[in-house]
């Protein structure tokens, strides 16, 4: 009788024990998933329209600033990044970055060297973004663009 009592009662407490473990994953998974799968979330490329492609004089480089939001885990911001629209007399079309590839300062076009130039170390650069003069080790990066409807998009 002690015998049957004994297993009906660990059989009990197993039960007892898988409901509780039970609840517990059903509660506790979700929640820990909610609060840790965001710090692994990148924001993925975007695609922002900068403007009409016609409003964008030929040879001369147009600064456009761009405002859109990255996430970065749990943190989003607010990112500004300045590009360069050249459109050359034959239609073709370059997005260059303002970064110089030296140091990472913000570099201008500059109208009458007809060059980007970086003020922090002397970096010149041509209409289309390889280096002049200076220290940059490489050409100024460009951003892949696209044209749809005589528009320009962009992705950052
Ligand atoms: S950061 Fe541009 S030349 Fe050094």
């Given at each position: 009788?002690?015998?049957?009592?004994?297993?009906?009662?660990?059989?009990?407490?197993?039960?007892?024990?898988?409901?509780?473990?039970?609840?517990?994953?059903?509660?506790?998974?979700?929640?820990?998933?909610?609060?840790?799968?965001?710090?692994?979330?990148?924001?993925?490329?975007?695609?922002?329209k900068?403007?009409?492609?016609?409003?964008?004089?030929?040879?001369?480089?147009?600064?456009?600033?761009?405002?859109?939001?990255?996430?970065?885990?749990?943190?989003?911001?607010?990112v500004?990044?300045?590009?360069?629209v050249?459109?050359?007399?034959d239609?073709?079309?370059?997005?260059?970055?303002?970064?110089?590839?030296?140091?990472?300062c913000?570099?201008?076009?500059?109208?009458?060297?007809?060059?980007?130039?970086?003020?922090?170390?002397?970096?010149?650069?041509?209409?289309?973004?390889?280096?002049?003069?200076?220290?940059?080790?490489?050409?100024?990066?460009?951003?892949?663009?696209r044209?749809?409807g005589?528009?320009?998009?962009?992705?950052?």
């Amino acid at each position: 009788m002690a015998t049957t009592e004994w297993t009906r009662r660990r059989w009990l407490d197993w039960v007892v024990k898988a409901a509780a473990f039970l609840v517990t994953a059903l509660i506790g998974l979700p929640t820990m998933a909610f609060v840790v799968l965001p710090a692994f979330r990148r924001s993925r490329p975007q695609w922002l329209k900068v403007g009409r492609l016609d409003e964008f004089r030929p040879n001369e480089p147009t600064a456009i600033t761009l405002t859109f939001q990255r996430r970065d885990g749990w943190v989003i911001r607010t990112v500004r990044r300045t590009v360069y629209v050249v459109v050359k007399p034959d239609g073709s079309v370059k997005v260059l970055s303002n970064i110089c590839t030296h140091a990472n300062c913000a570099v201008r076009w500059e109208h009458q060297k007809r060059a980007f130039f970086c003020p922090c170390h002397d970096g010149y650069f041509d209409l289309n973004g390889k280096v002049i003069s200076g220290p940059p080790p490489r050409p100024l990066d460009e951003l892949p663009h696209r044209l749809q409807g005589g528009f320009l998009f962009v992705r950052v």
